[in-house]
């Protein structure tokens, strides 16, 4: 009787090793959630403290959802790997174009690069090493700001907008490099019209409406497109999309995150002289970096 107790409890100690080693890591609880900064409800952003020696530096998600919809909500697993090599990660919030047209949801990602900078000395951020990542949406804001002269204004009243909104470097999915509908439609046929992203951003309820009144939105679409951004001297670009190159697109989907999005903007970074990675399986890759992780490692932890 005994030997056979002593083999079950045995059994149920490996047992439970197994079940344990099986169990997926914990999520990460950020060092500081929820912190607002802006005056809006949206404007807020979770921020995980990596250490290190020294100051850490500091990647940032911003989230898709077509600039209607999102969260800054991620399974801590797809970070860990940057907090394991002293990278310190910040997720935001911002206000979606259902409520707050451009230029409020590109606008306010910027205001939260410019705000991490004045926690530079609290929360211990490299403020010369500061990426950004994100899909969709997410990703074309990140290319906007990576590219987009810095907004700093050092005469604000507000002490935020007075700090740089520039980053070291992007790597980012399945983003769009142009939101202005007649350039779309040239690159990608009709289907990439019927995304909602792109009338909701300037606030017409159809592309028809969007269409009518283009002139009086195309100074938006015109500012907001990465595209129309790009020059020598813009940070480093790392851009990964699916692999389906089918012109015209298929649907709304497929063609709101199409890889000629990508093929266009390498394009021109390569005509003026702008390092820039496209990853497209079976299309094109990087000679240098495996992926977009491998690219913001060299980057953010360069010396």
Same mark, same amino acid.
């Given at each position: 009787?005994?030997?056979?107790?002593? !083999?079950?409890?045995?059994? #149920?100690?490996?047992?439970?090793?197994?079940?344990?080693?099986?169990?997926?890591?914990?999520?990460?609880?950020?060092? =500081?959630?929820?912190?607002?900064?802006?005056?809006?409800?949206?404007?807020?952003?979770?921020?995980? *403290?990596?250490?290190?020696?020294?100051?850490?530096?500091?990647?940032?998600?911003? +989230?898709?959802?077509?600039?209607?919809?999102?969260?800054?909500?991620?399974?801590?697993?797809?970070?860990?790997?940057?907090?394991?090599?002293?990278?310190?990660?910040?997720?935001?919030? &911002?206000?979606?174009?259902?409520?707050?047209?451009?230029?409020?949801?590109?606008?306010?990602?910027?205001?939260?690069?410019?705000? #991490?900078?004045?926690?530079?000395? /609290?929360?211990?951020?490299?403020?010369? @090493?500061?990426? %950004?990542?994100?899909?969709?949406?997410?990703?074309?804001?990140?290319?906007?700001?990576? #590219? +987009?002269?810095? #907004?700093?204004?050092?005469?604000?009243?507000?002490?935020? %907008?007075? /700090?740089?909104?520039?980053?070291?470097?992007?790597?980012?999915?399945?983003?769009?490099?142009?939101?202005?509908?007649?350039?779309?439609?040239?690159?990608?046929?009709?289907?990439?019209?019927? +995304?909602?992203?792109?009338?909701?951003?300037?606030?017409? *309820?159809?592309?028809?409406?969007?269409?009518?009144? &283009?002139?009086? =939105?195309?100074?938006?679409?015109?500012?907001?497109?990465?595209?129309?951004?790009?020059?020598?001297?813009?940070?480093?670009?790392?851009?990964?999309?699916?692999?389906?190159?089918?012109?015209?697109?298929?649907?709304?989907? +497929?063609?709101?995150? =199409?890889?000629?999005?990508? !093929? *266009?903007?390498?394009? *021109?970074?390569?005509? !003026?002289? @702008?390092?820039?990675?496209?990853?497209?399986?079976?299309?094109?890759?990087?000679?240098? &970096?495996?992926?977009?992780?491998?690219?913001?490692?060299?980057?953010?932890?360069?010396?």
């Amino acid at each position: 009787m005994k030997s056979l107790l002593a !083999v079950l409890v045995v059994s #149920l100690s490996v047992t439970s090793l197994l079940a344990a080693a099986d169990d997926p890591p914990a999520q990460i609880e950020p060092t =500081h959630a929820a912190v607002s900064y802006g005056p809006h409800e949206r404007n807020v952003l979770d921020f995980w *403290k990596a250490e290190g020696d020294g100051p850490r530096p500091l990647l940032v998600y911003i +989230h898709g959802g077509g600039w209607t919809s999102g969260d800054k909500k991620q399974n801590s697993n797809v970070f860990r790997p940057f907090l394991e090599k002293g990278i310190s990660y910040a997720a935001i919030n &911002y206000r979606l174009s259902t409520e707050s047209t451009l230029p409020a949801p590109v606008h306010d990602a910027a205001r939260a690069i410019q705000f #991490l900078r004045t926690k530079a000395l /609290e929360w211990n951020i490299d403020t010369k @090493h500061i990426a %950004l990542t994100g899909g969709s949406a997410g990703a074309c804001t990140s290319m906007w700001i990576l #590219l +987009h002269d810095d #907004l700093a204004d050092p005469k604000s009243d507000d002490p935020v %907008l007075r /700090e740089s909104s520039r980053v070291c470097a992007a790597a980012v999915s399945a983003g769009q490099t142009s939101i202005d509908p007649k350039v779309i439609e040239g690159w990608l046929g009709p289907n990439v019209l019927k +995304h909602r992203m792109i009338n909701l951003a300037v606030g017409e *309820k159809t592309i028809e409406a969007a269409l009518e009144n &283009y002139e009086r =939105h195309k100074a938006l679409y015109f500012e907001f497109s990465p595209y129309n951004h790009v020059d020598a001297g813009d940070p480093p670009l790392f851009m990964t999309y699916p692999a389906d190159m089918t012109l015209p697109s298929k649907d709304a989907g +497929h063609g709101i995150h =199409h890889p000629v999005y990508g !093929v *266009k903007l390498k394009e *021109k970074s390569d005509s !003026v002289g @702008h390092e820039c990675h496209l990853l497209i399986p079976d299309v094109s890759k990087s000679v240098k &970096y495996a992926n977009g992780n491998a690219f913001l490692f060299a980057k953010l932890l360069e010396k």
